[in-house]
């Protein structure tokens, strides 16, 4: 498994900008995908953003598209999540994840395939 430490969460107003943090212990092998879910209390985590590795591929969940950008910073094997113009609705506890993509039917936003998670940061939008 991939060790993943999140930071960067908060209390913002609606407008503002977050940017959250996830140091990793690999990129390769078994982070080949990283992503970014939410979670809010009483719902399914949910797939934010998701990034190939190797080829820096993207995806975005709809409902954050143009606001969020996925990146990560190789050399301090940091994944990053860029969050602007934030709404109340993203708020949520974030959780950093990592796959090996191999999983049959793999999708990047979604939880089956990643089997390694940070423990989560707090991002409140009011």
């Known amino acids: 498994h991939v060790q993943l430490v999140e930071s960067g969460g908060g209390s913002v107003q609606a407008g503002g900008s977050l940017r959250l943090s996830c140091v990793a212990s690999?990129?390769?092998?078994?982070?080949?995908?990283m992503a970014w879910f939410r979670q809010v209390s009483g719902k399914e985590r949910e797939g934010v953003a998701a990034i190939n590795s190797g080829s820096s591929g993207t995806a975005y969940a709809e409902s954050v598209k143009g606001r969020f950008t996925i990146s990560q910073d190789y050399a301090k094997k940091t994944l990053l999540l860029q969050m602007n113009n934030l709404k109340p609705e993203d708020t949520g506890v974030y959780y950093c994840?990592?796959?090996?993509?191999?999983?049959?039917?793999?999708?990047?936003?979604?939880?089956?395939?990643?089997?390694?998670w940070g423990q989560g940061t707090q991002v409140t939008v009011s």
């Open positions: 690999e990129f390769t092998g078994n982070a080949r995908y």
């Open positions: 994840a990592a796959a090996r993509g191999t999983l049959r039917g793999f999708a990047p936003l979604e939880k089956p395939g990643y089997t390694s």
